[in-house]
């Protein structure tokens, strides 16, 4: 399908979805960007690690360039380094573990959840912060994002906005985010000092001890 005007991600998401649910009920939603490649397996992966509860609502794998979901974890990793050392040592790593938002670049979404509790709020535009919007949404009724660490997609540089409006989105929708969900500021914030303290996954390439946080661990 393609929009006559550029609407924006957040729009063009919903309307495919709802494009989608007039021909049938899915199980599951995955949203892609153009901007990324595949690897083999990668979706079949994704698509068991959000059956494996039924409290996974949504599921993003590890990339080279998504933020929480960068492999090993950092700001900055090179394109084909961070995949070498990623297929070397995914196998080293949980199957899955809990995250506070997934990453919209690559992102697989319990269709039941979309129906139950809505579709991307428009508030933000043609994108940013629309994904940490729905995350947080169904986190409030114990649904969960998931990294599913053994599946890995590539990302490209941003090629729908310039830096400079990637930046205005960005600091303008999370001020909308923030007033909405101010749980959200924490959850990253510890996020962040857990893996900058830790550093777990970089230990697997310096032979350092390990010291294993188990505070993902699911109720049960």
């Not at 899915?26 to 698509?47: F, R």
């Not at 690690?49 to 993003?60: C, K, L, M, P, W």
């Not at 043609?126 to 053994?150: A, L, P, Q, T």
């Not at 001020?175 to 000092?193: A, N, R, T």
Request: include cysteine; charge should be neutral; charged fraction near 25%.
């Amino acid at each position: 399908i393609t929009n006559n005007l550029n609407i924006g991600f957040v729009q063009s998401v919903n309307k495919a979805i709802l494009e989608v649910s007039n021909i049938m009920t899915p199980k599951h939603i995955l949203l892609l960007n153009s901007d990324t490649e595949l690897t083999d397996g990668c979706i079949d992966e994704m698509k068991a690690v959000i059956e494996t509860s039924d409290r996974h609502g949504a599921v993003s794998p590890r990339s080279n360039n998504a933020s929480i979901q960068t492999f090993p974890y950092s700001s900055e990793v090179d394109f084909v380094k961070s995949y070498d050392v990623w297929n070397k040592n995914k196998h080293h790593l949980p199957r899955y573990h809990i995250i506070p938002t997934c990453v919209g670049f690559c992102m697989l979404i319990r269709y039941e959840l979309i129906k139950r509790y809505g579709m991307f709020s428009e508030i933000y535009g043609k994108g940013y912060n629309e994904e940490n919007d729905f995350c947080s949404r169904i986190n409030r009724f114990g649904y969960s994002s998931v990294s599913s660490n053994h599946s890995f997609v590539f990302h490209h540089s941003s090629r729908s906005f310039t830096e400079n409006e990637k930046i205005v989105l960005e600091d303008k929708n999370r001020i909308k985010l923030d007033h909405i969900y101010p749980e959200y500021k924490q959850s990253i914030e510890l996020f962040h000092k857990k893996n900058s303290q830790l550093k777990y996954e970089k230990s697997f390439f310096y032979k350092k001890k390990l010291l294993f946080d188990l505070q993902d661990i699911t109720a049960h």
